[in-house]
Structure formats: C-alpha cells, structure tokens
C-alpha cells in the first residue's frame, strides 16, 4: 500500500455512460497526475495538477474528460457519454513537489480498470 | 518512435538465473526511474537514477547519460520477481512537475 488510493477498482459501464473516478493522494503530497495505461503498453500522462491547479492536460484529454482537485487534495477523473477506447486502467500518483523535481518520486495508487461494453 | 524504449518486451527465466533488462531513450532528461508493476495495476518505484548505478537487494540499476541507456539487473532471479518492469524518464525542462514518459514494460516471468 503505497497511501494512494483509488475509487472504484473496477468499473464496467455500457457506450455512452458518464463515469467519475476518485484519487485520493497521500495527504502532504501537492502535485497529483493522471495516467492512463492500456492493455501491453506502458501508462501515458493525462493531467497533472499543482495544489488545487490544473496545470497541463494532454491532448489524449479529449472534451469528454474533465478533472478537478477541489482544495488541492482528492481528484476526479470524469468521462462523459463513454466510449470502448476508453477501456483501460487508470492510474493516479501523488508527489510532493522539492526544490528539484527531478527528485520527485511519485506514489502510484492501484488503478481504475474502467471497461465499456 | 516512442520516446523510451525498452527490451526485451517478454522475459522467461529459471529461477536463479542472471536478468538484465534494457531501456533506451531519445530525448534529454534530468532523471530515470525503474518501476514495478504487479498483476492488479498497483506500481512501485524501484530507482530513480541521474548517474552512476544503484543497489537495492538483488536489483541493480545503470544508467549511461551520454549513451541514452539505461539498465536493470536482478541476480539470483526468484518467482516473486515474475512483474512487469516498466522505465520511465523526466524529461529536461519538463514543465508538468515530475511527469513521467513511460517505456513498454518488460514483463518477466521467472519459473521455480
């Protein structure tokens, strides 16, 4: 248990359901990040959030994914009218931002497996 | 072409055998990490690397900046070390944090 955790573990939902996963980040850890992982390959970065700040968003976040950190602590993942690509795990990590953040090690919660049949 | 590159992407190895597990990458970077991931999705860091080489137990990780490669070793393999392990780097002047640019993953198997 690395103190990440996620909410649901696993989420089976028909096209065209909207879904909302939770993070929550160890509790000092101000930066937060989102990936997604697909079946063989290695996960890809979503979203990244300083404190309560949404800093960077990929360009795999298409306008049917939101996420918010509310006071800078849990996070949610949203994914409206969903569609079978978006089956895949997703992953949440929290680090706490050094003077260097090549120094950083993030903490990765369990994952979400999301399936949309 | 994937930013980080990883070989092998299968690994079987008998129990007690010498492992070594490459990861090359094409872009600056100001750190490596190598992460393990068990069945389930949970991951793990297992180093984080700017030079030199690092010992943990049985694992040793490399990293040669000018060659863009980097290296894990596990001697004395044992079935509990069957996961996958995935590199990843920090790229320099990277504006997201400590946002990781994944490899693959190897997944290794190690049979008693």
């Known amino acids: 248990d690395t103190g990440v955790s996620q909410d649901p573990r696993h989420k089976i939902t028909k096209r065209g359901q909207n879904v909302t996963f939770r993070c929550d980040p160890i509790?000092?850890?101000?930066?937060l990040y989102w990936y997604r992982q697909t079946l063989g390959q290695g996960p890809e970065f979503l979203t990244y959030?300083?404190?309560?700040?949404?800093?960077?968003k990929s360009r795999l976040l298409s306008d049917r994914f939101s996420a918010e950190r509310p006071k800078g602590s849990f996070s949610t993942l949203e994914i409206q009218r969903t569609e079978q690509g978006d089956s895949a795990m997703y992953l949440c990590?929290?680090?706490?931002?050094?003077?260097?953040?090549?120094?950083?090690?993030?903490?990765f919660g369990p994952g979400t497996r999301l399936t949309v049949l | 072409k994937n930013e980080v590159e990883q070989s092998p992407q299968n690994l079987t190895a008998q129990e007690g055998e010498f492992i070594t597990i490459n990861c090359s990458y094409s872009v600056g970077i100001s750190a490596l990490h190598w992460l393990q991931q068990h069945p389930g999705g949970g991951i793990v860091s297992l180093f984080m690397?700017?030079?030199g080489k690092k010992k943990h137990g049985r694992l040793i990780a490399t990293i040669n900046i000018q060659e863009k490669h980097s290296s894990l070793h596990i001697t004395a393999s044992h079935p509990r070390d069957s996961a996958v392990y995935i590199c990843?780097?920090?790229?320099?002047?990277?504006?997201?944090?400590?946002?990781?640019?994944f490899g693959e993953g190897t997944q290794l198997t190690v049979n008693p």
């Open positions: 509790s000092e850890h101000n930066r």
């Open positions: 990590a929290s680090s706490l931002a050094g003077s260097n953040p090549s120094t950083d090690t993030q903490y």
């Open positions: 990843a780097v920090i790229r320099l002047r990277e504006t997201s944090g400590s946002r990781l640019t």
């Open positions: 959030f300083q404190n309560e700040a949404q800093l960077e």
């Open positions: 690397l700017s030079s």
